[in-house]
Nanobody, 120 residues
Framework: HLVESGGGLVHAGGSLRLSCAAS????????MGWFRQAPGKEREEVSC????????YYADSVKGRFTISRDNAKNVLYLQMNDVKSEDTAMYYC???????????????WGQGIQVTVSS
């Protein structure tokens, strides 16, 4: 139901845009989130966005560098990553749920993940 794209290798200080295409769900009614998991570390929340008002939430580690957005007409979630750092290297996942608490703790849907590697 959720398919990520746009990952790859990027130099430190560069930019990358991840996309998450949704199907089989009423995308406009779902809270969406981006999460990441680096090798040997637990999965962590990167950013979330609500379904109706565009309210956004960011982890401190990415605030000011990453921007989450959504296009409800196209059923696509985005994560614009600017000024990337080596510590941003991880597998990135998008997720969907019916409310903010649920998307942060136990999403209804997960994407398969996409690798982002930042070279220094």
């Amino acid at each position: 139901h959720l398919v990520e794209s746009g990952g790859g290798l990027v130099h430190a200080g560069g930019s990358l845009r991840l996309s998450c295409a949704a199907s089989g769900l009423s995308f406009e009614h779902y809270y969406m989130g981006w999460f990441r998991q680096a090798p040997g570390k637990e999965r962590e929340e990167v950013s979330c966005i609500d379904s109706n008002y565009g309210r956004t939430y960011y982890a401190d580690s990415v605030k000011g560098r990453f921007t989450i957005s959504r296009d409800n007409a196209k059923n696509v979630l985005y994560l614009q990553m600017n000024d990337v750092k080596s510590e941003d290297t991880a597998m990135y996942y998008c997720a969907a749920a019916s409310n903010l608490v649920r998307v942060r703790t136990a999403p209804h849907y997960w994407g398969q993940g996409i690798q982002v590697t930042v070279s220094s």
